[in-house]
């Protein structure tokens, strides 16, 4: 009986789960991004939490109040479901050598990535044209009044022309200088300020110009008003408001963590754009399956997010 004088080798190390290289590396990167978006989750509830009243009652800004349209978060969450949804079968197609169903499920997806893009800028826009933003809004009465007093004093600082003549920016500017007075004095109220802004916003002169950059003129149109179409008290408005407290959190927040989740799904539709490209011009093939599937990890990751996000923003009363 012979013996080999060479002891048998070793068999090869092998992974203990076979995967690319390609996809371990987006799990590596998607678990950087859950830590992201957690601290981003977490501080928004923490601060949410802490924002109360006197008596110790949540104060945090309402819906009607910040314009946060719960119609508009639900249609895009449905819309990045199926999205999510279009990109497992463009992968499952073009890995069966389906490559022309597969490209049409990649453009679908794309026109998904724009669509709820667009619905999230008609919502920036009801934001924007309310001056609903980071450091701009009055979180008190007496805020409200200053901005307003502010504002009117910067359409006064506009060329005689852009007022009507020489006569009308003397009467706005005179106008501006007792408000001011009024201010210093602590005898302007906001109701009052409400009602001298309705009154320069109706002058043939100037009123357009107080119309359109004196924000107290563009939120009292959206005022609520009783069934005899008189305004209700500022006291109990809940729809538009001169004043939010805790409304400058509120607006860095929102558009921190909705601002940092659209460039994700910007990120996305670049990935997308380039098995779109090669399917448009040279065709798609087997070898993009690898990667149209690691693009759709990060795609439902996107998704999965806007899961997480739309209730604590749109639905959940903490």
Request: glycine share 8%.
């Amino acid at each position: 009986m012979s013996h080999s004088s060479h002891p048998t080798a070793a068999p090869p190390l092998q992974m203990g789960l076979k995967l690319a290289n390609s996809k371990l590396c987006l799990w590596l990167f998607l678990g950087t991004e859950i830590m992201f978006f957690t601290a981003l989750i977490g501080t928004y509830i923490v601060v949410r939490l802490s924002s109360v009243d006197a008596d110790g009652n949540t104060a945090w800004p309402s819906n009607e109040i910040t314009h946060i349209v719960t119609i508009a978060g639900a249609i895009n969450t449905f819309v990045l479901i199926g999205s999510s949804f279009l990109v497992v079968r463009a992968h499952e197609r073009i890995a069966h050598g389906k490559f022309k169903d597969g490209l049409q499920d990649l453009i679908l997806v794309f026109v998904c990535a724009v669509l709820f893009l667009g619905i999230k800028g008609y919502e920036y826009q009801g934001k924007w044209s309310r001056d609903i933003l980071p450091g701009r809004i009055s979180e008190t009465r007496l805020q409200a009044v200053e901005k307003a007093v502010g504002q009117i004093g910067a359409v006064a600082a506009l060329d005689a022309e852009s007022l009507g003549g020489d006569e009308a920016k003397a009467e706005l500017a005179k106008e501006h200088s007792q408000l001011e007075n009024l201010l210093r004095q602590e005898k302007l109220t906001l109701e009052a300020m409400e009602a001298k802004v309705v009154t320069l916003a109706n002058s043939q002169s100037y009123g357009s110009q107080i119309a359109s950059h004196v924000m107290m003129a563009t939120i009292y149109h959206d005022r609520s008003r009783d069934k005899d179409g008189e305004l209700v008290p500022l006291d109990h408005e809940h729809h538009a408001a001169y004043y939010i407290p805790y409304g400058n959190l509120f607006a860095s927040c929102y558009f921190t963590i909705t601002g940092f989740h659209a460039i994700h799904v910007i990120v996305g539709m670049i990935i997308f754009f380039f098995p779109l490209k090669k399917g448009l011009t040279q065709g798609l093939d087997e070898s993009d399956a690898q990667y149209v599937e690691n693009a759709g990890l990060y795609w439902h990751f996107v998704d999965l997010v806007w899961i997480f996000l739309f209730p604590l923003i749109y639905i959940v009363q903490f």
